[in-house]
């Protein structure tokens, strides 16, 4: 068994399809589900190694990147940086690898620059599609709380969940409908409808999102906050005389 930590986000990577829905605390009729599919990506072998290489690798569009797994030899290899981005930005956690070599892969880790605009290498973990594997997918709500409307506020305790299934079956994320949310009312793990063969790791317990009251903030705590001054940043004032 392979275990793999992927989260997922409205964020960077984003993700729109549905996957563990649930219309009320009773679980529901079962539906078609998308799940993740093996995108292609071209890879050659690698022959030059280090620093300088790796750089000059980047600067003509290519990524360094590894293969490793299953016991079997390492592999060095380049790939198109375009492609891989897009790959990555879509969510295309599990990929096809042609070219140089034609395995099935899991995208393991990514190392990107400081500002996280460029992607400087690649780790390519094998799988196969029927491998058992761990992964951490991302909670998404969806639809309009009705306890809202009594003055509750929908509170996401859950970001993320755990989950075990085939490597070909990973749901691309477990998104939650709340449009049955009652006031006062919690989901939790076991209300979630997870698609055939997927397993939550996560304790079953555990709350997922529910409807409370909103907290209120008393007149003092807001006096006192509106009476905070903004710190002194510093270097701040040289900054702006140089400025001028």
């Known amino acids: ?60 569009g290519q990524v360094p990147a590894v293969l490793y797994g299953h016991k079997k030899e390492v592999k060095s290899l380049i790939l198109a940086a375009e492609e891989l981005d897009a790959a990555v930005r879509h969510g295309n956690r599990f990929v096809a690898l042609s070219g140089g070599v034609s395995e099935n892969a899991f995208i393991k880790e990514v190392q990107w620059n400081t500002w996280g605009t460029e992607i400087l290498h690649v780790d390519f973990a094998r799988v196969s599609a029927h491998e058992k594997v761990q992964v951490t997918i991302a909670v998404e709500l969806r639809g309009e709380s009705p306890g809202t409307k009594d003055g509750g506020v929908v509170k996401l305790t859950l970001h993320t969940i755990e989950l075990e299934c085939e490597a070909a079956s990973v749901p691309e994320k477990v998104s939650v409908n709340i449009n049955h949310l009652e006031f006062g009312k919690v989901l939790h793990v076991s209300d979630l409808e997870l698609p055939k063969g997927v397993k939550a790791l996560t304790d079953a317990a555990t709350p997922v999102v529910s409807c409370i009251a909103p907290v209120e903030v008393s007149e003092e705590d807001e006096s006192a906050s509106a009476g905070e001054e903004e710190p002194e940043v510093i270097g701040r004032k040289k900054a702006d005389e140089e400025e001028e």
């Open 1 to 60: 068994m392979c275990s793999f930590v992927f989260v997922e986000s409205t964020g960077g990577i984003a993700y729109s399809k549905n996957c563990g829905i649930i219309n009320s605390p009773r679980k529901q009729g079962r539906r078609r589900r998308k799940m993740a599919d093996f995108h292609t990506l071209t890879v050659k072998l690698r022959d030059g190694y280090g620093k300088r290489n790796n750089r000059r690798l980047r600067s003509s």
